[in-house]
Structures are given as C-alpha cells and as structure tokens.
Nanobody, 127 residues
Framework: QVQLVESGGGLVQTGGSLRLSCAAS????????MGWFRQAPGKEREFVAA????????YYKNSVKGRFTISRDNAKNTVYLQMNSLRPEDTAVYYC????????????????????WGQGTQVTVSS
C-alpha cells in the first residue's frame, strides 16, 4: 500500500504559478503510475495529468497542455504538478493518485483505475 499527501496549494492571481507536491509513504512510488485530478464545487472529479512509472510518458487534459507539467522524482518518492498561467477555471481541490501497474511506460487516465488517493489540496485562482 502507498499513502499520498499533497501540498503546495493556495490562493494565486490569474496568470500566477503554483507547484503541487505529492509525497508518498509506505510502498515506494516507483511501483505506480501517478496522476493528478481536480474537483471543483458541484462538479465531478476530472483528470488533469498523468505520468508513467519511470516518468518517460506523460499525458494532459487538453485545457492544461502547455501550462501544467507533471514530473516525478522516484528517489524522493514525490510527484509534482507545476502549474503556470493559472486561470480562474483552474480553481479546484487537486488530488494526487496512484495506480498499480507492471508496465513501466503506461500512463493511466481513467480515475477508476487509481486505487490510492491523497486528501487533496485547494487551489484558488482569483480573477
């Protein structure tokens, strides 16, 4: 099992940047494909970005491409989401998630494939 704890959220103005971190404990994070999701009030939790076990493959929601970057440091057991050019519509609670897989290059987009979730961190972008 792996436990995930997100940090780095906060209040930022439109056009600003934040870097979210997801620290893993328990089983090492290099056993998992990792993803970031977000949930705005009254909306379903949606996919944002995903990265494969060894970090060579990434995939993004269309609206964040070119603005967000997912990365991982397996030595530090941490996954990151660098968010630039933030917009009010990016406001949400952001969740880190882990999906067990034997495949080192697989990116996982479907939230139902993720078995482990953090508690979330709030990101608020003011206009």
């Amino acid at each position: 099992q792996v436990q995930l704890v997100e940090s780095g959220g906060g209040l930022v103005q439109t056009g600003g940047s934040l870097r979210l971190s997801c620290a893993a404990s328990g089983r090492t994070v290099n056993n998992y494909a990792m993803g970031w999701f977000r949930q705005a009030p009254g909306k379903e939790r949606e996919f944002v970005a995903a990265i494969s076990r060894i970090g060579g493959n990434t995939y993004y929601k269309n609206s964040v491409k070119g603005r967000f970057t997912i990365s991982r440091d397996n030595a530090k057991n941490t996954v990151y989401l660098q968010m630039n050019s933030l917009r009010p519509e990016d406001t949400a609670v952001y969740y880190c998630a882990a999906a067990g897989t034997e495949l080192h290059t697989l990116v996982v987009v479907n939230k139902r494939s993720y078995g482990y979730w953090g508690q979330g961190t709030q990101v608020t972008v003011s206009s």
